[in-house]
């Protein structure tokens, strides 16, 4: 008789400890081996042939040498032991090695592992008519497969008698751990504080149960909090604990809510009968004195977590309590640590995104209240309470710790004078963060000018922000949403105001929009990564476009398309009108930052267009667009340009020269034309086509209404 016992060490030994289970290898080896002797009714178990397969190798690593050696112990229980690196190639390696090459078909196939590795050998090794194939694991991963009806499956901690470690329950106080952490000089990491829980629970059991206490959501109430990138990450800690199987429990900010929740959700969780063996309670507080009580009354072990230097002295010296301190199975990083990896994570902020943090409030307030009283520097009592009056903390020992941090990871700087901080704008959190309250409130500042209008709509501003080209860094403007948390920012910072308001087509609807708080203080922004224009003051009301073009390049070239673009659109359609915000996406990839609203501001002053609501012919509003003057000189001086590059074109189209920039060149020796400007207009209008296969060569579309029209006007004379 033929029976196999294939044991899949590494996962064994690895689903034990996932569940907390404390397992004796030679106990397994041993009661293994004896069980699947019994299993298949052998006279002894020298007739079974035991397999033991794992990865040798990682049990005899300098790291754990001083550990039992697995590979011994199944040795010494009778079993081949045989390695396979590669759990992929598991069945494939057992059976050439065991099965090939056996003549003898198996009469009893007994696989134990909580795994789908060892599955194919079911198909593929030759059995017996009457054979018996087993699956010792801890669910029924056969159930729903084409084996569910001809392997038997068992519970194998039943069948080694493995007696499951003890339920834990554990409920944190959020609020008071975070604090009394970033009291005592400690970063509140989250990611690195999540996983110390978890693993620090799963030594003491199986965890059924994991709730976390604290005023969620409700600003400035915790101190700031980071991921292991150095990313301020406070907002996003409940979704991150979820994550993690943690339940976020909403409390009311300060001690006293928490406390009564926790204590009473403790009493109520341990009056049942299924009630776990271990609760942890995570907090310092001499208010669960009576929960502990309780507990110890039902037999209950009972844990505390805390920090050194804030737990109650009752509850240190109470003898029914076991003590373990945050900071020493955390290990958490000092405030001074997190500088480093602060830079490294905004550098790197292509990944992780640069979003709004509680270090946004104190560089955009403290950087307001320099400018609104023309200093550089602020005492940190009143940076404290410019941080308070906004709501970026609850209180003033939130403040402290939020300035702390702010300075220990370079954000501030000490300033000449006692206890004066500045800003150091030099540090990248600070360089972005005022980058982009910069261009935000400049489109708002700029749209409401040029538009005249009462606010700005809020879709409007985020699909204007979405083209400006000086936020494309990395991290930054990548979605809707970034740009919404970022005007959310500057709302809650008292920058920008957030209304609600009738929809001016349908009174009966509502529309956010956004307005400038007039208590803001518009003041040209000392950092030198806005592009602005050389004159701010300058009015365009009589510049000539070559005047333009040697100040401002890039809005004398959008001035050209524009005039081009409503040129073709309205007298191919017979329109008198374009839509502006069809004709923006038309030219959305040449505005790089305002260069279509200047462009647009421009042709205004100077009476080459018009812009106001026109009748919609295709429903019953009016929509935002603009015509041109035709009489105006801008606008003839513009098409007749256009005219006369057309012109070019057809005269290479006609003599089958091929139109490229050097042939366009020959044909044009005084260089009237920018030709990488008028070949991409042409691009944009269709009327040129990139040749396939023929890198700077472009076709004619001789038919387009736009080149019919030149040519005929051409042929007219």
Not at 373 to 401: Q, Y
Not at 474 to 485: A, K, T
Not at 633 to 651: D, H, K, P, W
Request: hydrophobic share 40%; with cysteine.
């Amino acid at each position: 008789m033929a029976a196999y016992l294939i044991v899949d060490v590494d996962d064994l030994l690895e689903h034990f400890r996932s569940q907390g289970i404390l397992i004796d290898v030679q106990e397994l080896a041993v009661g293994l081996r004896g069980g699947a002797a019994l299993a298949a009714g052998l006279m002894s178990k020298d007739q079974l042939r035991a397999v033991a397969v794992a990865d040798w190798s990682k049990y005899t690593s300098q790291k754990q040498r001083q550990a039992v050696d697995p590979q011994y112990v199944f040795k010494a229980a009778g079993f081949d032991t045989f390695t396979v690196q590669r759990r992929d190639s598991l069945a494939d390696a057992l059976i050439m090695h065991y099965f090939q090459f056996d003549p003898d078909p198996v009469d009893e196939l007994i696989l134990a592992t909580t795994d789908s590795a060892l599955m194919p050998l079911i198909r593929r090794i030759k059995t017996t008519r009457g054979a018996r194939i087993r699956m010792w694991g801890s669910s029924d991963i056969l159930r729903g497969t084409e084996f569910a009806e001809q392997v038997i499956f068992q519970p194998l901690q039943t069948l080694l008698g493995i007696k499951q470690t003890k339920n834990v329950a554990i409920y944190i106080d959020f609020e008071n751990i975070s604090i009394s952490l970033a009291e005592q000089g400690y970063v509140v990491n989250l990611d690195q504080l999540i996983e110390a829980f978890l693993r620090q629970a799963r030594a003491h059991g199986v965890v059924v149960k994991m709730a976390a206490y604290a005023p969620w959501g409700t600003r400035g109430s915790l101190p700031p909090m980071v991921d292991s990138n150095g990313r301020e990450v406070t907002e996003d800690a409940p979704n991150r604990l979820m994550q993690r199987n943690i339940d976020p429990v909403y409390s009311l900010a300060g001690k006293n809510s928490a406390d009564m929740r926790i204590a009473r959700d403790i009493i109520t969780d341990s009056s049942h009968t299924d009630s776990a063996d271990v609760y942890i309670v995570a907090s310092g507080d001499r208010d669960f004195k009576d929960a502990i009580g309780i507990l110890r009354s039902r037999s209950k072990t009972v844990i505390l977590w805390s920090v050194q230097g804030t737990v109650s002295r009752q509850l240190v010296n109470n003898p029914d309590l076991i003590i373990e301190y945050v900071e020493e199975f955390a290990n958490l990083p000092t405030h001074q640590a997190l500088s480093l990896a602060a830079m490294q994570s905004v550098d790197d902020s292509a990944v992780t995104g640069f979003t709004p943090s509680q270090w946004s409030s104190v560089v955009l307030q403290l950087d307001r209240y320099g400018k609104e009283n023309e200093v550089e520097a602020v005492t940190r009592k009143r940076l404290i309470d410019l941080l308070i009056e906004v709501g970026a903390v609850v209180s003033r020992p939130r403040g402290e710790d939020l300035v702390a941090q702010a300075a220990s990871i370079g954000i501030l700087q000490r300033a000449s004078g006692r206890d004066r901080l500045a800003i150091n704008r030099a540090h990248p959190i600070v360089e972005k963060t005022l980058l982009i309250r910069d261009r935000i409130v400049m489109r708002v500042q700029n749209t409401l000018s040029v538009r005249n209008w009462e606010y700005v709509n809020y879709g409007f501003l985020l699909k204007g922000l979405a083209m400006d080209r000086e936020l494309d860094r990395p991290g930054m403007n990548y979605s809707d949403q970034w740009r919404s948390d970022w005007i959310d920012c500057l709302v809650r910072e008292m920058i920008l105001l957030r209304e609600i308001v009738p929809h001016r087509h349908n009174p009966d609807d509502v529309v956010p929009v956004i307005k400038l708080n007039p208590d803001y203080k518009l003041l040209a922004s000392r950092t030198t990564l806005i592009a602005q224009p050389k004159d701010e003051d300058m009015s365009w009301e009589g510049v000539s476009l070559p005047e333009v073009e040697r100040n401002e390049p890039e809005t004398a070239d959008m001035a050209r398309r524009i005039i081009v673009s409503v040129e073709q659109f309205t007298s191919f359609r017979n329109f008198t009108w374009c839509p502006l915000g069809s004709l923006h996406k038309r030219l959305r990839q040449y505005d790089a930052s305002m260069n279509f609203q200047r462009a647009v501001e421009y042709l205004l002053e100077n009476g080459a267009v018009e812009v106001k609501e026109y009748p919609n012919p295709q429903n019953e509003f009016f929509t935002k667009g603009v015509s041109l003057v035709t009489d105006a000189s801008i606008v003839q001086t513009v098409l007749a340009e256009r005219n006369g590059f057309i012109l070019l074109l057809l005269y290479l189209y006609d003599r089958n020269i091929a139109i490229m920039e050097p042939s366009l060149r020959g044909q044009d020796p005084d260089n009237r034309y920018d030709l990488d400007l008028w070949i991409s207009i042409m691009e944009t209008e269709n009327v040129l086509n990139a040749v396939p296969g023929r890198p700077g060569q472009y076709s004619l579309f001789r038919t387009h209404h736009t080149v019919s029209l030149v040519a005929d006007g051409e042929k007219s004379q």
